[in-house]
């Protein structure tokens, strides 16, 4: 039987409030994607790819939203460019990524916990 997780795994994942500054067709990508550059505050900018173009269908809607992402997972190699973070969203039956976001505006860099 799954034990769970526990309370301090759970801490172990760092995710953070950060605005999106950046966005550009990802065109190296296997699947449709946008390269990302999201302002996490004193955290600096990180680099990202997300595969979240059927619901996001132009890049320059994007700028400006505030989204969470994972900030601690070592960079990963996708194509030609070092993804820095993990932007989280909601994976629909058609593999539509609805982006996790704040309800209201809040600081780059809190930690969601």
């Known amino acids: 039987m799954d034990r769970g997780l526990e309370w301090k795994e759970f801490m172990n994942v760092d995710m953070r409030v950060g605005t999106i500054v950046h966005v550009e067709i990802f065109k190296e990508a296997r699947n449709p994607a946008y390269k990302m550059i999201v302002d996490f505050g004193e955290l600096g900018e990180r ?67």
């Open 47 to 113: 680099k990202t790819s997300a595969q979240i173009t059927k619901l996001y269908s132009e890049p320059k809607e994007l700028i400006g939203k505030q989204v969470i992402a994972v900030v601690n997972f070592p960079p990963k190699q996708i194509a030609n460019m070092m993804s820095e973070c993990l932007v989280l969203g909601a994976v629909g039956e058609d593999k539509e990524v609805t982006l996790l976001t704040p309800d209201l505006p809040v600081k780059n860099g809190l930690r969601i916990g």
